[in-house]
Structures are given as C-alpha cells and as structure tokens.
C-alpha cells in the first residue's frame, strides 16, 4: 500500500459509520459490473428475507433513530 492509500484509508476510517459505508458502496461500484449484478441480487434477496420475516414476526423493527444510534455507537 501507497503512503498516500494508506493516509486516504487513515482518513476514511475517522469518518462516521455511515459515511465509511457510503465510501464503500462506491468503491464495490467500479468494479465489474457483472459482479455489482450478483451483490446486488443478493442484497435484494436478503431484504426480502428480513421484510417476510418481519411480517411473520420473527423480527421486530426499530426507529431510524435507534438504528443510527446503533451504528454511530461503533
């Protein structure tokens, strides 16, 4: 790893978990697109999973503001 990349990865991991997240979706999008394809059929399978189980009641939801609590607390 470059000084710079690695300055830049030093950087990156400061920020909030949300926007580390956001730094990572773009980084997954360019590269291969066939690749995006498959991530994103998964992630949409995986959702649709959550929402069947949300609606059976196997899981409980939460308010944004919980959820974003939740993830800026790591």
Known sequence: MTAQT?????EALNLPPVDRAGIIEQLLASFDV????TVDELWATESESRLHAFDRGVINSV????????????
Not at 6 to 10: E, H, I, K, M, N
Not at 63 to 74: G, H, M
């Open 63 to 74: 308010s944004l503001q919980t959820a974003r609590a939740r993830i800026n607390s790591k």
């Open 6 to 10: 690695q300055a830049v990865l030093t």
């Open 34 to 37: 066939v690749s995006r394809r």
